[in-house]
T-cell receptor, first 111, second 118 residues
Framework: DVKVTQSSRYLVKRTGEKVFLECVQD?????MFWYRQDPGLGLRLIYF???????EKGDIPEGYSVSREKKERFSLILESASTNQTSMYLC??????????FGDGTRLSIL | AQKITQTQPGMFVQEKEAVTLDCTYD???????LFWYKQPSSGEMIFLIY??????QNATEGRYSLNFQKARKSANLVISASQLGDSAMYFC???????????????FGKGTHLIIQP
């Protein structure tokens, strides 16, 4: 079975902090994705990566950056966290022609 | 403009009944893929079923089937013989190009909250 692991289920940080969300997959997938999920808005794509050191902006990249130094790991970085970044964050991975598999999500609260 | 529209914010259904969850989509690309995901209250997203735009037959996976009407741009999920464990949020999603294969992310609808009543 595919395993996508997000480092934390729940995280509480303060405004202005630099926040790292980590995601690791164990299936050698080329593609990795970060989404955020807000009530009534569904999932929105923040960034994605199709190879090591490659990254592409999604629909809502402002205020975020990403890092993919190894194929299995994709990190989402909030450079200076703000309260409007309080959300559920979901990581996913896939082969090019296969459906995406998701991690369990990280509920991030910015106080 | 919304690319994926799920018009039912919530649904209540009696156990053992069949359920149809609506999804309409908007794209000018002739090659695309449509996906349905289930999200229980625990939060994980579970892939259910996939339909490619060139697939001749409607996709089926166990109790799940996809009623694909290309001309209407609809891709409704049908759950047969619903169970209490089917209670969850359900999301329709699309990826344009390559029959839905590719490196791009998915575009999701806002979801339907399905509650199965005993």
């Amino acid at each position: 079975d595919v395993k996508v692991t997000q480092s934390s289920r729940y995280l509480v940080k303060r405004t202005g902090e630099k926040v790292f969300l980590e995601c690791v997959q164990d299936m050698d997938h080329e593609n990795m994705f970060w989404y955020r999920q807000d009530p009534g808005l569904g999932l929105r794509l923040i960034y994605f990566s199709y190879d090591v050191k490659m990254k592409e902006k999604g629909d809502i990249p402002e205020g975020y950056s990403v890092s993919r130094e190894k194929k299995e790991r994709f990190s989402l970085i909030l450079e200076s966290a703000s309260t409007n970044q309080t959300s559920m964050y979901l990581c996913a991975s896939s082969f090019i022609v296969k459906p995406q598999h998701f991690g369990d999500g990280t509920r991030l609260s910015i106080l | 403009a919304q690319k994926i529209t799920q018009t039912q914010p919530g649904m209540f259904v009696q156990e053992k009944e069949a359920v149809t969850l609506d999804c309409t989509y908007d794209t000018s690309d002739p090659s695309y893929g449509l996906f349905w995901y289930k999200q229980p209250s625990s939060g994980e997203m579970i892939f259910l079923i996939y339909q490619g735009s060139y697939d001749q037959q409607n996709a089926t996976e166990g109790r799940y089937s996809l009623n694909f009407q290309k001309a209407r741009k609809s891709a409704n999920l049908v759950i047969s013989a619903s169970q209490l464990g089917d209670s969850a949020m359900y999301f329709c999603a699309m990826r344009e190009g390559g029959q839905g294969g590719g490196a791009d992310g998915l575009t999701f609808g806002k979801g339907t909250h399905l509650i199965i009543q005993p």
